[in-house]
């Protein structure tokens, strides 16, 4: 009977273990190469918040193509807010379900932000700051179109973000920082003390502005109150660029005014 036991245990732990590598297998096909195996083989890897259905189903599939079609997008036109649009757009109808359901959406986003934070911790700051812009982009989705509380895209915080590569505004504490707020693991803490000290950068939206690149230090830009989608560094420069502006903040300003009246309106 003692040798039958034996027999049976070592058959359950084979079979355990196959299934643990088949789980590491799974999850290292799905983008998680930074799973592992630890001593007691256990499949080991910190999702960073992000749920098993972020890694498999329609979830993983929309995260896929809509990376896919952002990177098409960017071979032929480099524009954030454009490719990213067409990136919708060209996801729209196959991933309406994905687009139109909150849950969903939050799901992918997780995914988004678990990868992005796994690329800080290995030093990949434009692999993070791409999957930044796109949770941050799904994020004012939901916001705008699902919870309508939110009357338009606000491009700056997501540009804010595309900004921070190390090659260019250095500001690293925005991405860092970003990715921290969202993840409920503490992973990113000790990464976050080195950088927190890095000036927040900004970008004066004037094409002619006389500051290198138009990065500035981020708590001296000016919102542009009419609209609150462009920033500048000085009141000089958002002066010199009203009449390139003027045309789309009239637009933004009446748009934002109908959703605020209609806002004020559901609430009596």
């Not at 960073?48 to 071979?75: N, W, Y």
């Given at each position: 009977m003692g040798r039958k036991r034996n027999q049976g245990k070592a058959r359950k732990a084979a079979k355990a273990k196959a299934k643990e590598a088949e789980a590491l297998a799974k999850l290292q096909r799905a983008g998680l190469s930074h799973a592992k195996m630890i001593e007691d083989g256990t499949v080991?890897?910190?999702?960073?918040?992000?749920?098993?259905?972020?890694?498999?189903?329609?979830?993983?599939?929309?995260?896929?193509?809509?990376?896919?079609?952002?990177?098409?997008?960017?071979?032929?036109?480099?524009?954030l807010s454009t490719c990213l649009i067409k990136a919708e757009d060209a996801t729209k109808d196959e991933f309406a379900k994905v687009w139109k359901d909150s849950a969903k959406m939050e799901t992918t986003i997780s995914r988004f932000v678990s990868e992005g934070a796994q690329h800080i911790l290995e030093g990949e700051y434009d692999d993070a700051r791409e999957k930044a812009a796109f949770a941050r982009y799904l994020e004012q989705h939901i916001a705008m179109v699902l919870k309508q509380i939110q009357a338009k895209m606000n491009w700056v915080k997501i540009e804010d973000l595309w900004r921070t590569s190390d090659t260019m505004s250095g500001d690293v504490h925005t991405l860092v920082k970003f990715f921290r707020k969202r993840i409920p693991c503490k992973c990113l803490d000790e990464k976050y003390e080195q950088v927190k000290s890095i000036t927040k950068m900004g970008m004066c939206y004037n094409s002619e502005c006389p500051i290198p690149c138009g990065y500035v230090e981020r708590s001296k830009t000016l919102y542009c109150s009419r609209c609150r989608n462009v920033t500048y560094c000085s009141r000089e420069c958002q002066k010199a660029c009203w009449t390139t502006h003027k045309s789309y903040c009239d637009e933004d300003a009446a748009e934002i005014a109908e959703f605020e009246a209609m806002q004020r309106h559901d609430a009596l």
């Open positions: 080991f890897v910190c999702l960073h918040g992000a749920g098993p259905l972020s890694f498999q189903g329609i979830c993983h599939e929309f995260v896929t193509a809509f990376r896919q079609e952002f990177i098409d997008a960017a071979k032929k036109i480099g524009d």
